[in-house]
Protein backbone atom coordinates (compact mmCIF):
# COMPACT_ATOMS: atom_id res chain seq x y z
CA UNK A 1 0.00 0.00 0.00
CA UNK A 2 1.44 3.49 -1.19
CA UNK A 3 1.69 5.64 1.66
CA UNK A 4 -0.70 7.95 0.49
CA UNK A 5 -3.31 5.27 0.29
CA UNK A 6 -5.97 7.27 2.28
CA UNK A 7 -9.89 7.61 1.60
CA UNK A 8 -9.01 11.66 2.73
CA UNK A 9 -5.87 12.34 0.27
CA UNK A 10 -7.14 13.98 -3.45
CA UNK A 11 -3.23 14.16 -4.54
CA UNK A 12 0.34 14.24 -3.52
CA UNK A 13 2.56 16.82 -4.99
CA UNK A 14 6.01 17.98 -5.16
CA UNK A 15 9.57 16.72 -5.80
CA UNK A 16 11.68 14.59 -3.51
CA UNK A 17 11.19 15.57 0.39
CA UNK A 18 9.29 18.85 -0.16
CA UNK A 19 5.73 17.87 -0.61
CA UNK A 20 2.18 19.29 -0.38
CA UNK A 21 -1.26 16.17 0.15
CA UNK A 22 -3.92 18.17 -0.99
CA UNK A 23 -6.71 16.52 1.07
CA UNK A 24 -10.49 16.09 -0.19
CA UNK A 25 -13.32 18.61 0.32
CA UNK A 26 -14.63 16.13 2.89
CA UNK A 27 -11.97 15.44 5.07
CA UNK A 28 -12.43 18.99 6.95
CA UNK A 29 -9.67 20.99 5.97
CA UNK A 30 -5.71 20.45 6.49
CA UNK A 31 -5.59 22.25 10.38
CA UNK A 32 -6.96 19.92 12.09
CA UNK A 33 -4.79 17.30 10.81
CA UNK A 34 -1.52 19.50 11.02
CA UNK A 35 -2.33 19.52 15.18
CA UNK A 36 -3.08 16.24 15.37
CA UNK A 37 0.73 15.31 13.60
CA UNK A 38 1.87 18.58 16.01
CA UNK A 39 0.69 16.47 19.36
CA UNK A 40 2.87 13.43 17.93
CA UNK A 41 5.68 15.22 17.63
CA UNK A 42 5.74 15.96 13.99
CA UNK A 43 5.68 19.73 12.74
CA UNK A 44 3.52 20.87 9.13
CA UNK A 45 1.95 23.52 7.80
CA UNK A 46 -1.41 23.86 6.37
CA UNK A 47 -1.59 26.29 3.21
CA UNK A 48 -4.76 26.84 1.09
CA UNK A 49 -7.13 24.99 3.80
CA UNK A 50 -7.31 21.89 2.23
CA UNK A 51 -3.34 21.26 1.80
CA UNK A 52 -0.42 19.80 4.22
CA UNK A 53 2.72 21.20 3.48
CA UNK A 54 5.87 18.55 4.65
CA UNK A 55 9.61 20.09 4.46
CA UNK A 56 11.80 18.14 6.11
CA UNK A 57 15.65 19.13 6.41
CA UNK A 58 17.23 17.80 3.35
CA UNK A 59 19.89 16.06 5.15
CA UNK A 60 17.04 13.28 7.33
CA UNK A 61 18.11 9.71 7.71
CA UNK A 62 16.06 6.80 6.15
CA UNK A 63 14.59 6.10 10.19
CA UNK A 64 13.43 9.21 10.22
CA UNK A 65 11.24 9.63 7.42
CA UNK A 66 9.87 5.87 8.53
CA UNK A 67 8.89 7.49 11.60
CA UNK A 68 7.36 10.32 10.06
CA UNK A 69 5.38 7.98 7.43
CA UNK A 70 3.92 5.97 10.43
CA UNK A 71 2.58 9.45 11.97
CA UNK A 72 1.15 10.32 8.67
CA UNK A 73 -0.88 7.03 8.12
CA UNK A 74 -1.73 7.20 11.36
CA UNK A 75 -3.38 10.80 11.36
CA UNK A 76 -4.85 10.04 7.93
CA UNK A 77 -5.92 7.11 7.95
Not at 7 to 20: D, F, S, T, Y
Request: charged share 30%; proline share 8%.
Amino acid sequence: MPPWDSPKIAEVRGRGLLVGVELKPEAGGARQYCEQLKELGMLCKETHVDVIRFAPPLTIEKENLQWALERIRKVLA
